[in-house]
């Protein structure tokens, strides 16, 4: 240690108020490598790091895949085909509603999380139920706008630009659709296994799952919907 | 002389004992504190679409401008969510998820804008239909 002429609690104050979150002082250098932290010698980092960055690695390859729909959509945007243009087919109101849906369910599968945390069994089980609830009224609305447009004839084989919105829309709502039947496992396993490491695992990769749909809805309601009511 | 240098994390008072977060995983707080982070983001949110809805169909500011602010509002609103919801922090502990996100934001944006630049030249050059039909006779 070097000497700097103050005493070592005042040194080590001034040291945390000057570098709060110690860039520079982590376990790569000179100091003891932390074990379970996937640093240095110590062996791979603990399985809760490992699974929650293997399933952000997912997460960012499913944004991936949900670019190619928006720009297939940008790009097919004006290729009506002589059919309804984008503008005709938008339902403001019924958007409105399905992300109030969506927007309250990621709260409420916040809430589910902070119970979790608690581990308070009861209220995991009370919200990731009005979590499942919320998706299952986004679903069903989106399965009415398109039911309602395949009654006015619009379907996926009318135009190019029809083609990407349903594709892209469709492939949202699929996979709501199918983070509600993981919901529905999760609040099996919540029951019947209770908090086990694996378990609470699990759950951390719902919530990923359930907030990264919702950043994609966020893209879906502005550039498919709000811009196309413009023109 | 104390060893306290060389102890990594007794005075940081930020960071836990458990040095590398994952997504969506942030320090072990009491439940208030991720329900107050909830609510935070809730209410950003709540802001931002409510703009966004508003915007849409209103003239309150000049129209072309419209779809700027739109794709800003959402951008915005992409933001508060990885921040309140998922937590992505720029803390030390979070250099993985970031650089994560940061190449997946230019796979992203290769894509998108890629796509759009590309397919807008071509059909700029593309010859119209009609005459198109005349060389193939």
Known sequence: MTYTGLPASVEAIRRVREDPHRLGHRAHGPEEPVAGAGHGETGPARKRIIVGYGFWIYLLSDIVLFSCFFAAFAVLRGA?????????????????????ALLLSSYTCMLSFAATNARSRLWTQIFLLITGFLGLVFVLLELQEFIELAARGITPQVS???????????????????????LATMLAQVQVKGFRPEIVHRL????????ALDIVWIGIFTIVYLLGSLT | MSNLESDPHLYTGVLDDREDHA?????????????????????FSIVLTVASFLLAGSNAIYAPAIPVALIVLAIAQMGVHLVFFLHITTGPDN???????????????????????????????????????????
């Open chain 1, 160 to 182: 190019g630009m029809l083609t990407s919105f349903f594709g892209l829309v469709g492939l949202h709502g699929l996979h709501v659709t199918l983070g509600g039947l993981w």
């Open chain 1, 80 to 100: 009506t085909a002589g059919g309804p243009t984008i503008s005709q087919i938008v339902d403001i109101p019924r958007v409105a509603i399905e992300t109030t």
């Open chain 1, 204 to 211: 951390i990769c719902f919530n990923l799952f359930w907030h």
């Open chain 2, 95 to 137: 250099t993985n998820n970031i650089l994560a996100l940061a190449f997946g934001t230019l796979v992203v944006f290769l894509i998108v804008v890629g796509s759009i630049w590309i397919m807008a030249n071509l059909s700029d050059n593309m010859m119209p239909t009609g005459q198109l039909m005349q060389m193939q006779r």
């Open chain 2, 23 to 43: 997504p969506g995983d942030a320090p072990e707080e009491s439940a208030g504190h991720w329900v107050r982070n909830a609510n935070i983001g809730l209410g």
